[in-house]
């Protein structure tokens, strides 16, 4: 699905490193191909970052498993949708594909209010779309809270109420074109520190050859279903009726 602008505004169309699955989860995080089923989960990923980042072609690698180069520039939001097995359930992934442009920056604001994720995207061989990454962090944060992984706990940062509209949004930032590393711009060490100090996913990955498309997203599938888990089981608790105490005579 594409959700355009008025002609008149159309146009061509941040932790450490994040640990490896072990080979288990890996199996238990696989792409599902071939069913039609009804998914257990659904959650809404929104893929943001400067203009020919690669956002597209990134969402054209994961999904078809294909790379198209020359793709047109996005216009306006467009999104894929595509099922996998995460732990033995079906999670079912809305991938929005948001234009770079700063044309379309209020748009893609928008988007963030109902994400369950969000993946920032900077392209390693333009020091600028790295600079971006900042800007990106703040839009995401003046609309949600960013919730923060600890050692793999989620801990909301401070929001004033007004602000916090969302909840426990975790966020991956994804440093594509890891395959130009000739033309690279932009260290890995400073993708990392990044992610340190903002408490982010991070990868470095490339939609060209495929490196790390698949684990980046089934890493973030993972911690929304994680999360949402957590969610149900406090939900229980609280819901579940306190044991009256035994009267004594």
């Given amino acids: 699905m594409k959700v355009s602008l008025p002609a008149a505004e159309a146009g061509r169309s941040l932790g450490a490193p994040s640990p490896k699955l072990p080979a288990s989860k890996a199996r238990a995080a696989a792409p599902e191909e071939g069913s ?22 990134f969402l054209s690698r994961f999904c078809d498993g294909s790379f198209s180069p020359g793709s047109a520039a996005t216009v306006g939001i467009d999104y894929r949708v595509r099922t996998v097995s995460v732990d033995g359930s079906r999670v079912a992934l809305q991938l929005w594909d948001t234009a770079g442009q700063e044309r379309y920056r209020c748009i893609t604001r928008q988007f963030f209010r109902k994400a369950d994720g969000v993946v920032v995207m900077y392209d390693l061989t333009a020091r600028q779309s790295f600079v971006a990454v900042r800007p990106w962090l703040s839009s995401v944060e003046t609309v949600n809270r960013i919730w923060t992984q600890p050692s793999g706990s989620y801990v909301p940062r401070s929001r004033p109420p007004e602000e916090a509209v969302g909840d426990r949004i975790p966020v991956l930032l994804l440093g594509n074109k890891v395959d130009n590393e000739k033309e690279r711009e932009v260290p890995r060490g400073l993708g990392e520190q990044l992610a340190k100090k903002h408490n982010l996913i991070f990868y470095e990955c490339s939609a060209y050859s495929g490196h790390n498309t698949q684990e980046s997203v089934l890493h973030l599938a993972r911690i929304l279903k994680e999360q949402e888990d957590t969610v149900r089981d406090d939900t229980i608790q609280i819901d579940r009726p306190a044991k009256k105490k035994a009267c004594c005579g």
Wanted: aromatic content about 10%; charged content about 20%.
């Fill in 36 to 57: 039609v089923s009804t998914p257990d989960r659904l959650f809404k990923i929104v893929f943001v970052g400067n203009s020919s980042v690669g956002k597209t072609s």
